[in-house]
């Protein structure tokens, strides 16, 4: 039996983990860990290949992370979503503080790193998330729009609302008018995410 750690790309949200845990299982290979981009399989690589594992990922979207540089970037991405979706810590520290400590390294190699590879600056795909977050929040309508502000880091409504719809190409008010319409997944936010291809109109500071 062979133990592996698998970096894998594009597996970012909790559904794509269930389908990797499940179509793994299915080969007859061992989970022994998951969770956002990784997985710990225990597996017989005389029955099973890692031509057939990375087969079966690439028919889901996922493809594995070979190299260190690559590595980090996944790691960048899952922190970026761990901070902005799953905690309320927005308001109580800087993005680049937050990331740089978590990764040792300085904020300008992070961000060069993140651009090299995806295409977008690090301070963009942290914006496009938490822009998304906003969205859900207004959905669930259970906190004030000032309420949100604070809570996701912003010095007031007017700038929180400036940066909405410089992403979104429409006014917080727009958008809850038909909110299903504006929503996009946290695994296809990225470059081309923005509205419109100009920033001119939309405040870009996160940190």
């Known amino acids: 039996?062979?133990?592996?750690?698998?970096?894998?790309?594009?597996?970012?949200?909790?559904?794509c983990v269930r389908v990797v845990k499940m179509?793994?299982?299915?080969?007859?290979?061992?989970v022994l860990k998951i969770s956002l981009g990784e997985v710990v399989i225990n597996f017989n690589p005389l029955k099973i290949t890692m031509e057939a594992i990375e087969e079966m990922l690439e028919t889901n979207g996922i493809s594995l992370i070979k190299n260190k540089e690559g590595i980090m970037v996944k790691e960048i991405k899952r922190s970026v979503i761990s901070l902005v979706h799953h905690t309320t810590f927005n308001?109580?520290?800087?993005?680049s503080d937050y990331l740089v400590g978590k990764f040792g390294k300085s904020y300008p190699y992070l961000s060069s790193l993140f651009?090299?590879?995806?295409?977008?600056?690090?301070?963009?795909?942290?914006?496009?998330?938490?822009?998304?977050?906003i969205k859900g929040l207004i959905e669930?309508?259970?906190?004030?729009?000032?309420?949100?502000?604070?809570?996701?880091?912003?010095?007031?409504?007017?700038?929180?609302?400036?940066?909405?719809?410089?992403?979104?190409g429409v006014s917080v008010s727009e958008f809850k008018k038909h909110p299903a319409q504006y929503r996009v997944s946290i695994d296809k936010l990225g470059k081309g995410s923005f509205a419109t291809e100009s920033d001119d109109n939309i405040p870009m500071s996160v940190i």
Not at 120 to 133: A, D, F, G, S
Not at 140 to 168: C, D, R, W
Request: aromatic share 8%.
């Open 1 to 15: 039996m062979k133990k592996l750690t698998l970096h894998l790309n594009n597996m970012i949200c909790d559904c």
């Open 23 to 30: 179509d793994l299982e299915a080969m007859g290979v061992k």
């Open 115 to 133: 651009s090299k590879y995806e295409g977008i600056t690090l301070e963009k795909y942290i914006i496009l998330h938490k822009v998304e977050r």
């Open 91 to 95: 308001a109580m520290v800087r993005n």
């Open 140 to 168: 669930e309508n259970e906190l004030t729009l000032s309420e949100i502000a604070f809570m996701m880091g912003y010095s007031s409504v007017q700038y929180l609302s400036t940066q909405f719809k410089g992403v979104t």
